[in-house]
C-alpha cells in the first residue's frame, strides 16, 4: 500500500515503505534458472544483477550467477544494443549455454529498449566463423508494474510462447508450478510418477537450486528442464497450471490450449486438504487412475493431523502475506484449521485476491480483511488493531513479528533468516501435514515462552 502523506511545501506525495513484495526481473531469473544449460542476462544496471544474486543466494543457500549487459551513462542515453551483443557474445563463450535468457529491468524499460529487434540484427549481423548464439528468450520485466511473482510466471509464458513446437499429441503432461520450493517441485515429480504420468516441470530448479556439494565449481548447475522439453510443451496431453490470482495474459498453459490445443487446467496452489484433493483428482482423470495408494495413506494422516492441531489453533487469529496466490493457499488451509486469517495481505495488485480467498473459504470471506498493493509498515498499522496470534509469511515480515509480539511462521520468498528454506514442503497432502504442524508448534512455543508456568505438557 502506498502511503500519501501531506507536505507543506510541495503538497501530497507517494511512498512505499518495506515493500510486501520484490523485483519483477528476480523473478524471471528464478524461472531462467529452471530450465537446463540456460544462463541469464538482465539487460540493464549492474546493480540489479547484484540485488537479485544476494536475494537467492540468501535464500537458497547456492551460488548463483547472474551476467548484466551493464548500462553506463552512455548507454541509457543512446541505448543499450552494443552492452547486449557483447554480454550475450562473452556469455556465449565462457559459459557455453543452452539457452540464455535476457530479462528488462526498470532502466531499460524506461528509454524503450527493443530487445526483439537488437535480438534480429545481432543475430543477422553475426559473422559465420564465430561461435553460433544458442536459444535466446527474452522478456519484458519492468519492476515498476509487477511483483516477482509476476515475473516469474511471465518468463514460463515467454519460455513456452517463444520455444512451444506444434507436432502429434505425446503422452506426457506439462506442469506449470508457482513460485515453489524445490521441495515441492521434488514432490510433485513424485506424485506424477506414482501416477504412471510422464510430467514436464516447467520450470524445475529442484537440483540447480538445491543440489549436491560440488568437487568442483560448476559454471552452470546440472539439472532443470531440458530445452527439448520446453518444445515439446505444445505437444502435451494436458496441462496443470497453479494460479487462481493471475490472469490468462500470464497463463503458459492458457497459451498452449489455443495455440496447439493442449488442455489446460487452472487450479489453486495445491495447499491443504481441499486444493490437493483438486490436483489429485485432475490427475486421476487425466489417466483414469485412482489416487495412488501411498498418497492416499498421505491424505488420512493429513486429516488426522489437522484433527490433532484444531483444539489449539480453533479460531486463533493470523496475519498471512506474501504472494498472491501462495496467500490464498495458506487461507484454504487455515480454513481448515480453524484459524481465523483477519489480514491478507500482498504486495501484489492483479485485484483478484480477495476473489481467490472466497472460492477457498466461502464462509470466512466477509470476517477477512485484504489488502493489495500494500507495504510492511501498512501492514503493521492495520494489524496492530486486530492483535493476531500468529503471523505467516516470509522473513521480510520478521520485523513486524517482533512489534506485534507474534510469532511468524516462514514460508514462501525470502528466507533468508534461517537454513532451510528451499527444502520446506508446503504442496500436496504431505506438504499440508509438515506445514499445519509448524504452525501449531510455532504457536504452541510461543505460548509457553509467554506463560509463567512455562506448560510442560499440551
Known amino acids: 500500500m502506498t502511503t500519501r502523506t501531506a507536505n507543506p511545501v510541495s503538497g501530497p506525495f507517494v511512498a512505499t515503505r518495506n515493500a510486501c513484495k520484490l523485483c519483477t ?32 543466494i540468501s535464500h537458497f543457500k547456492e551460488p548463483v550467477d547472474i551476467a548484466s549487459s551493464n548500462f553506463s551513462e552512455s548507454a541509457t542515453i543512446f541505448g543499450g544494443r552494443d552492452n547486449l551483443q557483447d554480454g550475450l557474445a562473452n556469455v556465449t563463450r565462457q ?5 540464455i535468457g535476457i530479462a528488462t529491468t526498470c532502466l531499460a524499460e524506461t528509454i524503450g529498449e527493443d530487445v526483439g529487434m537488437y535480438l534480429h540484427e545481432i543475430r543477422s549481423q553475426a559473422s559465420p566463423d564465430g561461435p553460433a548464439l544458442p536459444p535466446v528468450v527474452h522478456v519484458g520485466t519492468p519492476s515498476y508494474c509487477g511483483t516477482h511473482a509476476e515475473g516469474y510466471l511471465a518468463t514460463v509464458h515467454a519460455l513456452v510462447s517463444q520455444l512451444a513446437e506444434d507436432g502429434s499429441q505425446r503422452d506426457h503432461i506439462n506442469v506449470f508450478p508457482n513460485m515453489f520450493s ?18 514436464t516441470l516447467l520450470p524445475d530448479y529442484s537440483d540447480t537450486l538445491d543440489g549436491p556439494t560440488w568437487e568442483e565449481y560448476q559454471l552452470i548447475p546440472q539439472g532443470g528442464t531440458p530445452l527439448a522439453a520446453v518444445r515439446r510443451t505444445g505437444q502435451a496431453r494436458s496441462s496443470i497450471e497453479f494460479t487462481w490470482v493471475h490472469g490468462e495474459k500470464a497463463s503458459a498453459g492458457q497459451w498452449l490450449e489455443e495455440h496447439f490445443g493442449v488442455r489446460n487446467h487452472r487450479l489453486p ?23 495412488p495408494a501411498r498418497h492416499a495413506a498421505e491424505r488420512g494422516r493429513l486429516i488426522d493431523s489437522l484433527i490433532d492441531g484444531h483444539k489449539y489453533l480453533f479460531e486463533r487469529r493470523a496475519v498471512v ?20 486469517p483477519v489480514l491478507c495481505a500482498s504486495g501484489g495488485d492483479t ?45 521480510k515480515g520478521y520485523w513486524l513479528s517482533r512489534r506485534l509480539k507474534a510469532p511468524l511462521v516462514r514460508i514462501g520468498f525470502p528466507i533468508h533468516d534461517r537454513v532451510g528454506g528451499a527444502r520446506l514442503l508446503h504442496v500436496g497432502y504431505r506438504g499440508a501435514q509438515q506445514l499445519a504442524d509448524r504452525i501449531v508448534n510455532t504457536l504452541l512455543e510461543s505460548l509457553q515462552e509467554q506463560s509463567d508456568e512455562g506448560y510442560s505438557y499440551l
Open 25 to 56: 526481473p528476480l523473478g524471471a531469473c528464478l524461472a531462467f534458472a529452471g530450465v537446463e544449460g540456460a544462463r541469464t542476462i538482465l539487460h540493464g544496471s549492474q546493480g540489479c544483477a547484484t540485488y537479485i544474486r544476494r536475494y537467492m
Open 95 to 99: 559459459y557455453q549455454p543452452a539457452v
Open 182 to 199: 524445490p521441495a515441492d517441485l521434488r514432490y510433485l515429480k513424485e506424485i506424477g510418477a506414482d501416477f504412471g504420468l510422464p510430467v
Open 269 to 291: 496452489v495445491p495447499i491443504g486438504l481441499r486444493a490437493s484433493d483438486a490436483l489429485f483428482d485432475v490427475l486421476g482423470s487425466i489417466c483414469d487412475r485412482e489416487t
Open 321 to 340: 502475506f506474501g504472494e498472491e496466490d501462495l496467500v490464498a493457499g495458506i487461507v484454504g488451509l487455515l480454513g481448515e484449521l480453524g484459524v481465523h
Open 351 to 395: 485485484g483478484r485476491l480477495r476473489s481467490a480467498i472466497a472460492r477457498l473459504v466461502p464462509d470466512q470471506a466477509d470476517r477477512i480483511q485484504v489488502r493489495q498493493a500494500t507495504d510492511f509498515a501498512d501492514l503493521e498499522e492495520l494489524a496492530g488493531d486486530l492483535k493476531p496470534d500468529i503471523l505467516i509469511g516470509n522473513s
